[in-house]
């Protein structure tokens, strides 16, 4: 049973940063696409950034030049670095393993809040 933890959340005032990390269990994580979902109080839980085993990633244009994504597969960990934070990035965030032919279902963190206040 592949298990995700995320950590890093807090509270920050607008303009600062958070780092948040995932650890993943398993040696598998650097065959797999890894994402960051955040989830806003009464919204559907959205993509905010992906990054692939080979290191392509993509953005929600809305954090694009503010959020980068990054992976160290030695340590099974994905990093979403937040920068520039504003009050509509409040939200759960969660981390997702996506599926491999080997392990054919996604996985999911706990998730961690993220709250920025004005």
């Known amino acids: 049973q592949l298990q995700l933890v995320e950590s890093g959340g807090g509270l920050v005032q607008a303009g600062g940063s958070l780092r948040l990390s995932c650890v993943a269990s398993?040696?598998?994580?650097?065959?797999?696409?890894m994402g960051w979902y955040r989830q806003a109080p009464g919204k559907q839980r959205e993509l905010v950034a992906s990054?692939?085993?080979?290191?392509?990633?993509n953005y929600e244009d809305s954090v694009k030049d503010r959020f980068t994504i990054s992976r160290d597969n030695a340590k099974n960990t994905v990093f979403l670095q937040m920068n520039n934070l504003k009050p509509e990035d409040t939200a759960v965030y969660y981390c997702k393993f996506y599926r491999l032919a080997t392990v054919p279902r996604d996985y999911w963190g706990q998730g961690t809040q993220v709250t920025v206040s004005s």
């Open positions: 398993g040696s598998i994580f650097r065959l797999a696409t």
């Open positions: 990054i692939t085993s080979g290191g392509s990633t």
